[in-house]
């Protein structure tokens, strides 16, 4: 093998001569000729130049650039659909890696490195740019999928399909690309790293701009139109009518209630679509499916005439009422207070559930708002038409007590009908300041029916009135004036403090009858709890009142006698008119009983 490097050195006026000296005449010519060829080559580091194969083994071939040593390229970088490599073939090389003067310290051959596939790369990327620029449309195959997009075969090199530039909305999958032929625009071409990039995207919007202006200029409101849904959410989906899209809202898809638009729509799904609206500035235009469908509310009250009774199925529960469809896009609203006559209804799913079939009647019919107003209870009978013949005054009855108030009781008859038993009815003699002093909730009671309202629905109910008056007899007679009797202290007031003398029943001892001594405060002289015993001064069977007295418990007849003449003079009455009676237990403040407010 000829060193090279021994022609550079040689004098151009003797380099054929000292040629021949080394190689014979015929091929000396030859091997200047080559040498200049190769003179005229860029042998830097990453240049494509031309080589000749000098030599094959099992593993690489060696190649002779006509640079001062020669490469060698693995065998493997010729494909199988080409001729295999032979010596004296002349192949283009791409020169990797170059040797210093002296030669790599590491290589005592002092080879530099080549590669045949990259060389065949950078010519096949030369020849694309010669073909391809920035905003020219291309056609390629989608080959594969990888990170952050898809690589597309251009020719013989492959360029990059970010996903955001697949289609206006990305695709669920883009991997559903591959192996289709597409047309996408070149966004940029990047020389140094070989690369370009690619948009299928931007080709779509500008097609779409034109179809949007053209189908802008002749779309009208009222046409009818095919368009792709391309989009599905809650509130509706939208459609593509051929370069804009509209949209169709979910009330605008059938007269009936739908639950979602998945229901009547699907991704991809050509429908036909009304024009209803078209903002022209905005570019928004609103789309209906059921408008191309007859009304079911035109001639509505001639159909559901008000007090017209219906059957119907529950469609929806709300916390204020129940939705009932009549036929397909005809619904009403039975609204809590119209479910029962009788029931408490809390929530309406006491009553129904979607799905039920229901008798209705038509409360009220607005065809403007497309609303009906229904009822449930008017297809039944009101209960409190019979009230008063179930229930008239005087009658004796039992209930359940349903709930406690301040001033009362409800008790509970009958389903959905109760009476009010007011605390001022429950006891002839005990003052009752709360219901839940004589009763408890879900008790059992008897009571009286005193009066029914039938126009309010309200029916009063007494407790007391199941016994006689003990006012009327038995008080009046077991307790006399002058009469000593024993009671415990139950409440001390500022005015006074009340004996019970028996169960229910309580007299008032008045501050004034404490004690001979001016008493400012009652406990002073006793507390509650204590068993004390007092005179009867008064009984008033009018005001259900028993007048106490402490201080005149020890009296004699000559004190009852003075102070009755004293209490005379004090109302200027004559003394004869209040002998034998034992007024006092009012004292000068007032009535025997205490006022509410002082309670």
Same mark, same amino acid.
């Given at each position: 093998?000829?060193?090279?490097?021994?022609?550079?050195?040689?004098?151009?006026?003797?380099?054929?001569?000292?040629?021949?000296?080394?190689?014979?005449?015929?091929?000396?010519?030859?091997?200047?000729?080559?040498?200049?060829?190769?003179?005229?080559?860029?042998?830097?580091?990453?240049?494509?130049?031309?080589?000749?194969?000098?030599?094959?083994?099992?593993?690489?071939?060696?190649?002779?650039?006509?640079?001062?040593?020669?490469?060698?390229?693995?065998?493997?970088?010729?494909?199988?659909?080409?001729?295999?490599?032979?010596?004296?073939?002349?192949?283009?090389?791409?020169?990797?890696?170059?040797?210093?003067?002296?030669?790599?310290?590491?290589?005592?051959?002092?080879?530099?490195?080549?590669?045949?596939?990259?060389?065949?790369?950078?010519?096949?990327?030369?020849?694309?740019?010669?073909?391809?620029?920035?905003?020219?449309?291309?056609?390629?195959?989608?080959?594969?999928?990888?990170?952050?997009?898809?690589?597309?075969?251009?020719?013989?090199?492959?360029?990059?399909?970010?996903?955001?530039?697949?289609?206006?909305?990305?695709?669920?999958?883009?991997?559903?690309?591959?192996?289709?032929?597409?047309?996408?625009?070149?966004?940029?071409?990047?020389?140094?790293?070989?690369?370009?990039?690619?948009?299928?995207?931007?080709?779509?919007?500008?097609?779409?701009?034109?179809?949007?202006?053209?189908?802008?200029?002749?779309?009208?409101?009222?046409?009818?139109?095919?368009?792709?849904?391309?989009?599905?959410?809650?509130?509706?989906?939208?459609?593509?009518?051929?370069?804009?899209?509209?949209?169709?809202?979910?009330?605008?898809?059938?007269?009936?209630?739908?639950?979602?638009?998945?229901?009547?729509?699907?991704?991809?799904?050509?429908?036909?679509?009304?024009?209803?609206?078209?903002?022209?500035?905005?570019?928004?235009?609103?789309?209906?499916?059921?408008?191309?469908?007859?009304?079911?509310?035109?001639?509505?009250?001639?159909?559901?005439?008000?007090?017209?009774?219906?059957?119907?199925?529950?469609?929806?529960?709300?916390? !204020? #009422? /129940? &939705?009932?469809?009549? $036929?397909?896009?005809?619904?009403? %609203?039975? +609204?809590? =207070?119209? @479910?029962? *006559?009788?029931?408490?209804?809390?929530?309406?799913?006491?009553?129904?559930?979607?799905?039920?079939?229901?008798?209705?009647?038509?409360?009220?019919?607005?065809?403007?708002?497309?609303?009906?107003?229904?009822?449930?209870?008017?297809?039944?009978?009101?209960?409190?038409?019979?009230?008063?013949?179930?229930?008239?005054?005087?009658?004796?009855?039992?209930?359940?007590?349903?709930?406690?108030?301040? !001033? #009362? /009781? &409800?008790?509970?008859? $009958?389903?959905?009908?109760?009476? %009010?038993? +007011?605390? =001022?009815? @429950?006891? *002839?003699?005990?003052?009752?300041?709360?219901?839940?002093?004589?009763?408890?909730?879900?008790?059992?009671?008897?009571?009286?029916?005193?009066?029914?309202?039938?126009?309010?629905?309200?029916?009063?109910?007494?407790?007391?009135?199941?016994?006689?008056?003990?006012?009327?007899?038995?008080?009046?007679?077991?307790?006399?004036?002058?009469?000593?009797?024993?009671?415990?202290?139950?409440?001390?007031?500022?005015?006074?403090?009340?004996?019970?003398?028996?169960?229910?029943?309580?007299?008032?001892?008045?501050?004034?009858?404490?004690?001979?001594?001016?008493?400012?405060?009652?406990?002073?002289?006793?507390?509650?709890?204590?068993?004390?015993?007092?005179?009867?001064?008064?009984?008033?069977?009018?005001?259900?009142?028993?007048?106490?007295?402490?201080?005149?418990?020890?009296?004699?007849?000559?004190?009852?006698?003075?102070?009755?003449?004293?209490?005379?003079?004090?109302?200027?009455?004559?003394?004869?008119?209040?002998?034998?009676?034992?007024?006092?237990?009012?004292?000068?403040?007032?009535?025997?009983?205490?006022?509410?407010?002082?309670?």
């Amino acid at each position: 093998m000829v060193n090279r490097n021994l022609i550079r050195n040689l004098e151009d006026d003797d380099i054929l001569a000292e040629l021949a000296l080394l190689v014979p005449a015929d091929q000396a010519e030859e091997l200047l000729f080559e040498a200049l060829a190769a003179e005229q080559q860029d042998y830097a580091q990453g240049k494509l130049v031309d080589g000749r194969i000098v030599e094959i083994n099992d593993e690489w071939a060696l190649i002779d650039v006509g640079f001062k040593s020669e490469g060698t390229v693995s065998l493997d970088e010729w494909g199988g659909d080409e001729e295999p490599p032979k010596v004296g073939d002349t192949v283009k090389v791409l020169i990797e890696e170059m040797e210093d003067e002296l030669g790599a310290a590491d290589d005592p051959y002092g080879m530099i490195s080549l590669s045949k596939r990259k060389a065949e790369k950078i010519i096949e990327w030369e020849d694309m740019m010669d073909k391809v620029a920035e905003g020219q449309v291309v056609t390629g195959t989608v080959v594969r999928k990888i990170k952050g997009g898809l690589l597309v075969e251009l020719g013989v090199i492959h360029v990059f399909l970010p996903g955001s530039q697949v289609d206006i909305r990305r695709p669920g999958d883009i991997g559903d690309f591959i192996g289709r032929v597409i047309q996408a625009e070149v966004l940029k071409i990047d020389d140094m790293r070989r690369n370009i990039v690619i948009s299928r995207r931007s080709l779509i919007e500008r097609q779409r701009e034109e179809d949007r202006a053209y189908l802008m200029k002749e779309l009208e409101v009222g046409q009818i139109r095919k368009g792709v849904v391309k989009n599905i959410a809650d509130f509706g989906a939208f459609v593509d009518l051929g370069g804009i899209d509209g949209l169709l809202h979910i009330t605008d898809m059938a007269w009936e209630r739908i639950g979602h638009p998945t229901e009547m729509v699907s991704i991809d799904q050509e429908i036909e679509v009304k024009v209803l609206h078209i903002d022209r500035e905005k570019q928004k235009i609103a789309l209906g499916l059921k408008q191309k469908d007859r009304n079911p509310w035109e001639n509505i009250e001639e159909k559901y005439p008000v007090n017209s009774d219906h059957k119907g199925e529950v469609v929806n529960v709300m916390s !204020y #009422g /129940a &939705f009932v469809k009549l $036929e397909p896009g005809i619904e009403g %609203l039975v +609204h809590i =207070s119209e @479910m029962s *006559w009788t029931k408490r209804v809390n929530h309406p799913s006491e009553l129904v559930n979607i799905g039920d079939e229901i008798d209705v009647k038509i409360l009220g019919v607005d065809p403007a708002g497309q609303q009906l107003s229904l009822g449930m209870k008017q297809t039944q009978k009101n209960p409190w038409d019979e009230v008063l013949e179930r229930y008239p005054e005087g009658t004796d009855v039992t209930g359940k007590v349903r709930n406690l108030t301040n !001033y #009362g /009781a &409800f008790i509970e008859l $009958e389903e959905g009908i109760d009476g %009010l038993l +007011h605390v =001022s009815d @429950m006891s *002839w003699t005990r003052k009752i300041g709360h219901p839940s002093e004589m009763l408890e909730k879900g008790q059992e009671i008897a009571c009286r029916v005193l009066s029914v309202d039938e126009e309010r629905r309200r029916i009063a109910l007494g407790l007391k009135q199941l016994d006689n008056d003990p006012w009327d007899g038995d008080i009046p007679d077991k307790y006399q004036p002058g009469q000593l009797v024993k009671g415990k202290v139950t409440k001390i007031t500022n005015f006074g403090v009340f004996i019970s003398l028996e169960d229910g029943l309580e007299g008032l001892l008045h501050i004034s009858e404490l004690a001979e001594q001016k008493v400012e405060d009652p406990e002073e002289v006793v507390k509650v709890g204590d068993d004390i015993e007092v005179k009867v001064l008064r009984v008033d069977t009018d005001e259900r009142k028993i007048g106490l007295s402490l201080k005149r418990v020890e009296w004699g007849e000559e004190q009852e006698r003075a102070a009755a003449a004293a209490e005379a003079a004090e109302n200027q009455v004559p003394a004869s008119s209040v002998e034998g009676e034992l007024k006092g237990g009012l004292g000068s403040a007032g009535p025997l009983f205490p006022p509410s407010n002082e309670e």
